[in-house]
Nanobody, 115 residues
Framework: QVQLVESGGGLVQPGGSLRLSCTASGFPFRFANMRWYRRAPGKERELVANINFYDGTTSYSDPTKGRFTISRDNEKRTLYLQMNSLKPDDTAVYYC????????WGQGTSVTVSS
């Protein structure tokens, strides 16, 4: 049974940093391309970042490029998202999932960027 448990969100001031974590189980994590997504209030879910399993290649959406860093620890079956220079527009619920995504989604972790 697939489980994805996101954590690390919270309230942060503009310009601050947060590190999100996603602990995965129920599938071969080390062989899975993984992604972070987010859903801002009133908006559709959007892709934030991707990391390949075979060479660790990463890619980012334009709004997050240069500020966010996706990484993974296969031994811990954990995906990370280091978010720096946070902006109010980064306020959203953040989710992790495989690429291609499972039908199942975790509960997400809420990030609020506000002064």
């Amino acid at each position: 049974q697939v489980q994805l448990v996101e954590s690390g969100g919270g309230l942060v001031q503009p310009g601050g940093s947060l590190r999100l974590s996603c602990t995965a189980s129920g599938f071969p994590f080390r062989f899975a391309n993984m992604r972070w997504y987010r859903r801002a209030p009133g908006k559709e879910r959007e892709l934030v970042a991707n990391i390949n399993f075979y060479d660790g290649t990463t890619s980012y959406s334009d709004p997050t490029k240069g500020r966010f860093t996706i990484s993974r620890d296969n031994e811990k079956r954990t995906l990370y998202l280091q978010m720096n220079s946070l902006k109010p527009d980064d306020t959203a619920v953040y989710y992790c999932n495989r690429n291609p995504p499972f039908d199942y989604w975790g509960q997400g972790t809420s990030v609020t960027v506000s002064s």
